[in-house]
């Protein structure tokens, strides 16, 4: 392939890139979601600016240089990036797909999409910090040039941290447990890094020389990037080749499941039997396997730090935060899409007189039950003595007689159907709506408990929410009626969006 043919196929596919969403059957839908996306994307960046330029006057007068500081805590900078990639960044081989059409070689197209993933903008967000950090500490000691140096530095170390990512997103993407070995590796480099011997700190001393050798231009500290990130190029491309014939075929491990008939729903009639589904589809669905999976992560994670360690004790929103989100986060992943995924099949459900208030119903019965998940999780917590049992009751039944009530109203006005054995990043579909009321299922109910502790106490706040959520709780026939109602009076505009994004 001539280098002339080579860039115009470049060009081609980075302008197909720029204009995919737009090729969307729901760009109209999308839209909004997206300039709802670039303002929160703008706030962050506004934020890290700020932080950026006071972060210098924090550090300074300490020990060491306050770029010292900043340069220590890569692992830290790191681990925060490679997490919310699994929000931001696919895998090449789901957007070659549509290539291998046409008459050009895999290999020039893997590079192609590789090359692309380095020079990804999203590389450059942490900028907005490094930036006005670096102006105010770099060149009083390096001059201009070390300032570059350390902005250079830092940006390829996130370059580094894509294709780090791209290698364990790929092994998650064939078994979802893949995603606590990076975990555990960055747990592990902070703790016998950093924290193991506060005399031999030998990552945060490490990270400090090495950006300080990208600060003085030193040849050896762009070696070392080089002999890291090459390698792992090669792993990507090579796994990523492998990866492309399993996602153009649809190659799909049918694992085989033990039926279990649970027939002690039976007596539950029709609800019984949507109970069932809902624990099947649970179990058996991609997308809806890996939103319970990840929540209980989150829950876990979340309340092992609360218990085990004093790094929230002084800081009383975060143990409201951490007690509310523990029982809703469940909630709000899988409800936000609610009938999304029976979108699929909603033309049966049309056929028989109230099938879709017993389907909402089973929902809300199913989304009780797990709640047992959050509420063992809270016995941590408890059993160290940083809340109370009678708080961590007000929490699960607020989040029954308050959140649910809440996020069922998208029942109403969800229209967009969820492929239930695709990606996570592949069903992000989510419009402006579903956004503001996942938020608010999550903030407002933090908000109320915070307003209460701050107000009189903790167990004031526990009985206030327990009292609200047990009048939610108990005349949930009502409000499920209404929202059934309300989605009848729409069904047929519902049905049309479920059909068009199938």
Known sequence: MTFSRAWLIYRSISQNQRLRTRRHPMFE??????????????????YLVMLGFTAYSYFEGSALEAFDWIDGGMIWFLTVDFLSRFSMQETPAQDIKQYKLHNIPTGFLLHTFLFRMGLHPYNLFWAFFFVPFGIRAIPQFYGIMGFFGFIIGWWLMYVLNSYWYLFWRTMLNRNFFYVIVPLLTYAALAYFGIFFDPDNQWLFEGTIRLMRGFC????????????????????????????????????????QFKTHNMTFLDGLGVIGEYLKLEVKSTVRNLVVRKQFITGALCMLMLCSLFSFSNIYDELPFMRVFICVYCFTC????????????????????MVRRETVLSLLKAKYYFQCMILIVPLLFSLMPIIEGKITWLTALGCLLFTTGAVFPFIFQLAVYNDITIHLNEKLTKTGRDTKVQMLMAGGALFLPMLVMYTLVECFNDDVAAISMISIGLIGTVLHPLWLR?????????????????????
């Open 330 to 349: 469940l909630g709000v992943m899988t409800l936000t899409t609610i009938m999304c995924a029976e979108g699929n099949y909603i033309d049966g459900l």
């Open 482 to 502: 209404n929202i059934y109602e309300r989605f009848m009076k729409r069904r047929y505009e519902n049905m049309d969006g479920f059909r068009n994004s199938r």
């Open 29 to 46: 839908k999308k839209l909004a979601m997206k300039i709802l996306s670039y303002i929160f994307v703008a706030f962050w960046a506004v």
């Open 216 to 255: 003085q231009w030193n040849p050896l500290c762009w070696l070392v990037f080089v002999v890291v990130v090459v390698p792992l190029y090669m792993v990507n491309f090579r796994l990523q080749k492998a990866a492309i014939y399993v996602e153009i075929a649809k190659t799909e491990v049918v694992k």
